[in-house]
């Protein structure tokens, strides 16, 4: 794999989270900084995307490298066994680890589900499922607002597959008295939001669309409210994106930058680093993948107190990909 550098970032790692692994395909990664200075990513793996088989697996990074991968969550509902879906890991303000994950045949008829962790993963505690209701965050980290509280990225696709719908859901540090805001439609097909924040206060919310653009939304009372939506200057085939805002105001977007093909897959063959100041005007920093064909998708991205960025992503549903990179 060749990456290209650009003005302004730095490649420091680059490598696999594993070489061997006991699935055949994975996708979905997440990645969290552990209070003790390691990272922690988590993927969902299995025969393939679906398959009865698919769990929640993970892999911590320490000075000697990643972890042999670990499962960590299985798909189980009424005493059957349906796939696991794309994993979330987040802190709250008292260090606790949370790990959200859906389970259920396919995205239109999951449900969500989540465990804590007190001890940097080494144990979890056993499943709970989310009320009906709420499905927590879809893809995305949540964002933890002044007080605490944490806003969560969500969004619904309908039984029959022709509506895609974002909202956000709220709750306290501690997991409790949850509410839920909706997002105006606009015409877009939207789900998956990432939240960037500004010195403002204002939330941004970046979706992935069904009309090959990244589509934004901003709130300015911690995601109670939201604009209607409107496409942004990036275009993206209906691929997972993921951001994260730095301490200095930049915003940072990882995303596939171009036009959707016939096939599903086609048009996830590059992946791009792109930065901002204000949310409109995002400028391509590094090149992640850039191929021909094949699948490089659905990023995760964390940024570190010494402005590092982590970032996590599928290799054609075989392999999680991390890079680190330093802005400057």
Same mark, same amino acid.
């Given at each position: 794999?060749?990456?290209?550098?650009?003005?302004?970032?730095?490649?420091?790692?680059?490598?696999?989270?594993?070489?061997?692994?006991?699935?055949?395909?994975?996708?979905?990664?997440?990645?969290i900084?552990?209070s003790?200075?390691?990272?922690? *990513?988590?993927?969902?793996?299995?025969?393939?995307?679906?398959?009865?088989d698919?769990?929640?697996?993970?892999?911590?990074?320490?000075q000697?490298?990643?972890?042999?991968?670990?499962?960590?969550?299985?798909?189980l509902?009424?005493?059957?066994a349906?796939?696991?879906?794309?994993?979330?890991?987040? *802190?709250?303000? @008292?260090?606790?680890?949370?790990?959200?994950?859906?389970?259920g045949?396919?995205?239109?008829?999951?449900k969500?589900f989540?465990?804590?962790?007190?001890?940097?993963?080494?144990?979890?505690?056993?499943?709970?499922?989310l009320?009906?209701?709420?499905?927590?965050?879809? #893809?995305?980290?949540?964002?933890?607002? @002044?007080?605490?509280?944490?806003?969560?990225? &969500?969004?619904?696709?309908?039984?029959?597959?022709?509506?895609?719908?974002?909202?956000?859901?709220?709750?306290?540090?501690?997991?409790?008295?949850?509410?839920?805001? *909706?997002?105006?439609?606009?015409g877009f097909?939207?789900?998956?939001?990432?939240?960037?924040?500004?010195?403002?206060?204002?939330?941004?919310?970046?979706?992935?669309?069904?009309?090959?653009?990244?589509?934004?939304?901003?709130?300015?009372?911690?995601?109670?409210?939201?604009?209607?939506?409107?496409?942004?200057a990036?275009?993206?085939?209906? @691929?997972?994106?993921d951001?994260?805002?730095?301490?200095?105001?930049?915003?940072?977007?990882?995303?596939?930058?171009?036009?959707?093909? *016939?096939?599903?897959?086609?048009?996830? &063959?590059?992946?791009?680093?792109?930065? &901002?100041?204000?949310?409109?005007?995002w #400028?391509?920093?590094?090149?992640?993948?850039?191929?021909?064909?094949?699948?490089?998708?659905?990023?995760? =991205?964390?940024?570190?107190?010494?402005?590092h960025?982590?970032?996590?992503?599928?290799? #054609?549903?075989?392999? =999680?990909?991390?890079?680190q990179?330093?802005?400057?």
């Amino acid at each position: 794999m060749r990456l290209f550098a650009q003005a302004h970032a730095r490649l420091i790692v680059q490598e696999s989270v594993f070489s061997n692994a006991p699935f055949k395909a994975c996708h979905a990664a997440t990645i969290i900084n552990l209070s003790n200075g390691q990272l922690m *990513a988590a993927w969902f793996g299995g025969e393939y995307e679906g398959a009865k088989d698919v769990a929640i697996w993970a892999s911590v990074r320490n000075q000697h490298g990643w972890s042999v991968p670990q499962k960590i969550a299985e798909g189980l509902l009424n005493g059957q066994a349906y796939p696991c879906w794309n994993p979330v890991l987040f *802190a709250n303000h @008292s260090g606790i680890i949370f790990l959200h994950y859906k389970v259920g045949p396919n995205p239109r008829v999951w449900k969500g589900f989540f465990k804590t962790s007190a001890d940097n993963g080494q144990t979890w505690s056993a499943a709970e499922a989310l009320p009906d209701s709420l499905l927590g965050p879809i #893809k995305n980290k949540p964002l933890m607002l @002044s007080n605490g509280d944490l806003l969560y990225p &969500s969004s619904r696709e309908s039984a029959d597959e022709k509506t895609w719908t974002a909202h956000f859901e709220k709750s306290t540090a501690d997991h409790s008295g949850w509410r839920s805001y *909706a997002v105006p439609a606009n015409g877009f097909g939207i789900i998956q939001p990432t939240l960037l924040q500004y010195k403002d206060k204002r939330i941004q919310a970046l979706f992935r669309s069904r009309q090959q653009v990244v589509v934004q939304s901003w709130s300015s009372d911690e995601g109670e409210h939201w604009t209607e939506p409107t496409a942004l200057a990036l275009p993206n085939p209906n @691929s997972g994106i993921d951001g994260v805002s730095l301490k200095d105001g930049t915003q940072v977007l990882v995303y596939n930058p171009l036009k959707a093909g *016939a096939n599903w897959w086609e048009g996830r &063959s590059v992946l791009k680093v792109a930065t &901002s100041t204000n949310g409109i005007d995002w #400028k391509d920093i590094y090149t992640l993948e850039d191929h021909l064909d094949g699948e490089y998708s659905y990023p995760a =991205i964390i940024a570190d107190a010494q402005n590092h960025l982590h970032i996590v992503y599928t290799a #054609k549903r075989s392999v =999680i990909r991390y890079v680190q990179l330093k802005l400057f």
